[in-house]
T-cell receptor, first 115, second 115 residues
Framework: GDSVTQMEGPVTLSEEAFLTINCTYTATGYPSLFWYVQYPGEGLQLLLKATKADDKGSNKGFEATYRKETTSFHLEKGSVQVSDSAVYFC??????????????FGQGTILTVHP | DAGVTQSPTHLIKTRGQQVTLRCSPKSGHDTVSWYQQALGQGPQFIFQYYEEEERQRGNFPDRYSGHQFPNYSSELNVNALLLGDSALYLCASIALDRSSYNEQFFGPGTRLTVL
């Protein structure tokens, strides 16, 4: 079945540092890929997405590129802020029935940014 | 426009009891999925409802059941609660037939504690 593997956490950085969170996936079909963020005490929010190979998703300074050849979707940000402290989840979803709309998540990576 | 809403926010039950969680989807969405997020883990897909029927199901026992109403709202029922059912339960909605990509919107979740 489909699966998502994220880099081991937690990740602790100083403000303005460069961030990379690795994500690789296994899928039988041709999935859409997502990064979700979860702030303390809140539900999940979509951070960015990519729906086909070589697409780059971006939002709030975060970027990730859909790499079909390496089955990866690594999250990057050039300069993190304290407000970026949260849990980040990589996820995939098949685009055809019957699995349409079913999200498969990685285990999450806790990011803590210090001033 | 109200997003996805869930009730209650928190719930405490004892082993063997039954629980019902509720979800109202985002306006314009007709499909509801439920996820279980154990502490420190990524969300796991429980099932998805569309047109008042269960369309997909994850690897969860029959103790987990659901329902979707004509107004698209949904309930998740768990019978014979076990300690291992303690988790954050997330509801997500999507416009299954009208979205060009399967972006889902999540509610804030219901925190279930089984004692």
């Amino acid at each position: 079945g489909d699966s998502v593997t994220q880099m081991e956490g937690p990740v602790t950085l100083s403000e303005e540092a460069f961030l990379t969170i690795n994500c690789t996936y296994t899928a039988t079909g041709y999935p859409s890929l997502f990064w979700y963020v979860q702030y303390p005490g809140e539900g999940l929010q979509l951070l960015l997405k990519a729906t086909k190979a070589d697409d780059k998703g971006s939002n709030k300074g975060f970027e990730a590129t859909y790499r079909k050849e390496t089955t990866s979707f690594h999250l990057e940000k050039g300069s993190v802020q304290v407000s970026d402290s949260a849990v980040y989840f990589c996820a995939l979803s098949d685009r055809v029935p019957p699995s349409y709309g079913k999200l498969t998540f990685g285990q999450g990576t806790i990011l803590t940014v210090h001033p | 426009d109200a997003g996805v809403t869930q009730s209650p926010t928190h719930l405490i039950k004892t082993r063997g009891q039954q629980v019902t969680l509720r979800c109202s989807p985002k306006s314009g969405h007709d499909t509801v999925s439920w996820y279980q997020q154990a502490l420190g883990q990524g969300p796991q897909f429980i099932f998805q409802y569309y047109e008042e029927e269960e369309r997909q199901r994850g690897n969860f026992p029959d103790r987990y059941s659901g329902h979707q109403f004509p107004n698209y709202s949904s309930e998740l029922n768990v019978n014979a609660l076990l300690l291992g059912d303690s988790a954050l339960y997330l509801c997500a909605s999507i416009a299954l037939d009208r979205s060009s990509y399967n972006e889902q919107f999540f509610g804030p979740g219901t925190r279930l504690t089984v004692l």
